[in-house]
């Protein structure tokens, strides 16, 4: 009934808490579970980990194309059963969710998939619960993260992920989610541990203007956008993801209007920095300005001929 599909890539010393959480998991389901892991060819001994726990242990051919999405879209094909729970190899499932998954799963259909809370711990030993706070229990939410549980089918029927997109995968998935009427929720409890290491949100945010720094996702959110326009699906994606072309078509004007009406131009580019803060948060403002960079250099970064090609099944 349940496929629990985890991507990692060197993550070896991050998986055995991965699998310490996933015990439980195994102890309390009354209903099939599989787990699978996804390697993007790690050159750590996180393979060798994997294998303890894992039922199967998909390793993916190296490639300059490899990246989380590539992983889920290999996991989304292999998995066996009707619900697909997807988790990054630098997280642990919590209890609580666990509990929740174990007596409702039965109660869902194919439409509906779920989240929860996002605890993120860092490396300094210091937590944050970075969900949004606008979020209520089963609550259709606006987007969600690398940790997720979605019907199979949903998955397929709406393309997999596309894996040659580097990243903001998951706003691409959701928006065809949600023009196929998929829809997502929150349930109020922690779902994840992430465990990661801890930035200043001022050095994060001057990151995304850094390809040294951000790497390849750097490029994702113009592979999306040449993705969605070549698919002939970009009105879906701006319809469910409207914040930063509201933003982009703003800034245009204020520009255009900038060398006639001065006193126009700041007043209209004001209001999109004001709406979006209030419906989004200040730090989208430089996400979205981070975007057209994306844009001008991830275009041409979009292969859409890329099939990650698994090459060791243990």
């Known amino acids: 009934m349940l496929s629990v599909v985890v991507i990692g890539k060197n993550e070896e010393e991050n998986i055995p808490r991965t699998i310490e959480s996933l015990k439980y998991l195994r102890g309390k ?5 599989e787990y699978l892991f996804v390697d993007s060819a790690s050159t750590d001994h996180s393979v060798d980990i994997a294998r303890s726990f894992f039922d199967n242990v998909y390793t993916l051919e190296a490639s300059d194309y490899l990246c989380a999405s590539a992983g889920r879209y290999i996991g989304s094909l292999k998995a ?6 997807y988790l990054d190899g630098d997280m642990e499932l919590c209890p609580e969710f666990i509990d929740y998954l174990c007596d409702n799963l039965c109660s869902y259909n194919i439409n509906t998939g779920i989240i929860g809370r996002y605890i993120f711990h860092y490396n300094d030993n210091t937590f944050q ?12 939410v606006g987007f969600f993260g690398g940790a997720i549980l979605l019907h199979k089918e949903a998955v397929l ?7 040659s997109i580097f990243s903001n995968e998951e706003i691409d998935l959701y928006t065809r989610l949600r023009a196929k009427t998929y829809r997502v929720i929150f349930i109020d409890l922690p779902m994840i541990r992430h465990y990661t290491r801890k930035e200043s949100y001022l050095a994060i945010l ?15 959110f113009g592979q999306i956008l040449h993705a969605r326009i070549r698919n002939g699906d970009i009105y879906d994606f701006i ?3 409207h914040y930063p072309f509201v933003y982009f078509f703003v800034l245009i004007v204020s520009i255009i209007l900038l060398f006639s009406f001065i006193s126009l131009s700041i007043f209209i580019f004001g209001f999109a920095l004001v709406y979006i803060s209030i419906f989004k948060g200040y ?15 991830g275009w041409n970064k979009y292969n859409n001929k890329f099939k990650p090609r698994v090459i ?3």
């Not at 619960?129 to 259709?140: A, E, F, I, L, W």
Request: charged share 20%; no cysteine.
């Open 157 to 163: 029927n709406t393309g997999n992920w596309n894996p």
């Open 129 to 140: 619960d970075k969900t949004s706070s606008k979020y209520r229990h089963n609550q259709h």
């Open 29 to 33: 389901a009354q209903f099939p579970v």
């Open 80 to 85: 066996q059963y009707q619900w697909i729970l």
């Open 206 to 220: 001057s990151n995304l203007f850094r390809k040294s720094k951000a790497g390849k996702k750097y490029y994702g």
């Open 239 to 241: 319809k469910y993801n």
């Open 283 to 297: 730090k989208y403002i430089i996400i979205y300005t981070s975007y057209i960079l994306s844009i001008l250099y």
């Open 312 to 314: 060791y099944i243990e």
